[in-house]
């Protein structure tokens, strides 16, 4: 019986030490999707600070409002506007990174019924060492309010 009951206490708390160590070295705020009507791509938008010593790359996202979430750098060449997927952003030992309307975002395709103006959706996003950060994102319209 003490036996099984020191059993347990390891299990716990090789689940503790399993949890990843870095995952609180990035922090998100002012998280945000732009929901358009019907099934329209959802823009979602945030910030980004790596507060830990290690560079850090985002990799994805994956979220419960979207059935699938990419990473899109929207740019403006000759009055012309155009998205083009990227795969990987990189946020250095220190660094901030915006995601904000004109540049980077993440793309929320075919948004699910949580993406509802006024309210909030779960995220994740994908980090280089292999933790996963969440996030909620507040869901405004498209005016961005
Ligand atoms: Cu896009």
Redesign the pocket.
């Known amino acids: 019986m003490k036996q099984r009951l020191s059993l347990v206490i390891l299990l716990a708390l090789t689940q503790i030490w399993a949890a990843p160590a870095s995952a609180a070295s990035v922090t998100v705020t002012d998280a945000w999707f732009r929901a358009l009507p019907g099934t329209l791509?959802a823009?979602g938008y945030f910030n980004v600070h790596n507060t830990g010593n290690s560079d850090l790359a985002i990799l994805g996202a994956q979220s419960d409002g979207c059935s699938t979430v990419m990473m899109?750098k929207?740019s403006n060449a000759g009055g012309m506007s155009r998205?083009e997927m990227v795969d990987k952003v990189d946020v250095p030992a220190g660094g901030k990174i915006s995601f904000a309307p004109g540049g980077l975002?993440l793309?929320c395709m075919r948004p699910t019924a949580l993406m509802k103006i006024g309210g909030k959706v779960p995220v994740v996003l994908h980090l280089s060492d292999g933790t996963r950060v969440a996030a909620t994102f507040a869901v405004r319209g498209a005016s961005g309010k």
């Open positions: 791509p823009g899109h929207s998205m975002h793309m």
